[in-house]
């Protein structure tokens, strides 16, 4: 099977560095001019090896057949280009990742949708500094105080409680 000759680079330059974040700049850069220097190098080759004239050799070299010999070696001569054996993994991998991605973003868009949902709320609330204690009773009832089902010790937060439980605090490694 013969290869194909590169015409152009197949990646993206400009909307791969679009992705890259800003810390793996110089990582990218490095790596587009080890790719940019690779496909010079095969550029600087010609596609086709140079045509050997044999019959000037034939005239000069004194040994009979060496060159018939050198030539019919040359004319046999294929170098096999390496098997595509990646491709199909790369392939997978890009499947698998795409699946990831796309879940990412069902579970984002809903993510977002709570909270568009969360802001509504918010945006459909009395300014808190034109809210009365009914008000903020109504609006969020399981942080309001309510004297006669759940009375509290001033300042009504949980450590002034009577069943408060202190948590421990993290040992330090001092």
Not at 18 to 44: C, M
Not at 51 to 58: C, L, N, Q, S
Request: glycine share 2%; charged share 30%.
């Amino acid at each position: 099977m013969a290869a194909k000759r590169i015409v152009k680079s197949s990646i993206d330059w400009v909307a791969l560095s679009e992705r890259v974040p800003e810390h793996q700049r110089q990582s990218f850069a490095a790596f587009k001019a080890k790719s940019d220097g690779y496909l010079r190098r095969v550029f600087a080759n010609p596609e086709k090896a140079p045509a050997i004239d044999w019959a000037f050799y034939k005239e000069r070299v004194p040994i009979a057949g060496m060159v018939d010999d050198f030539q019919k070696q040359y004319g046999a001569l294929t170098i096999p280009f390496p098997p595509d054996t990646i491709s199909s993994q790369l392939d997978a991998q890009e499947k698998e990742i795409k699946a990831d991605v796309e879940k990412f973003k069902a579970d984002s868009n809903a993510r977002i949708a709570e909270y568009k949902k969360q802001l509504a709320h918010l945006a459909s609330l009395i300014p808190y500094d034109q809210m009365t204690m009914e008000d903020f009773r109504d609006a969020y009832p399981e942080q309001a105080i309510d004297p006669l089902n759940k009375p509290s010790f001033w300042p009504h937060t949980p450590e002034e409680q009577l069943d408060y439980e202190e948590k421990e605090a993290p040992q330090s490694g001092h």
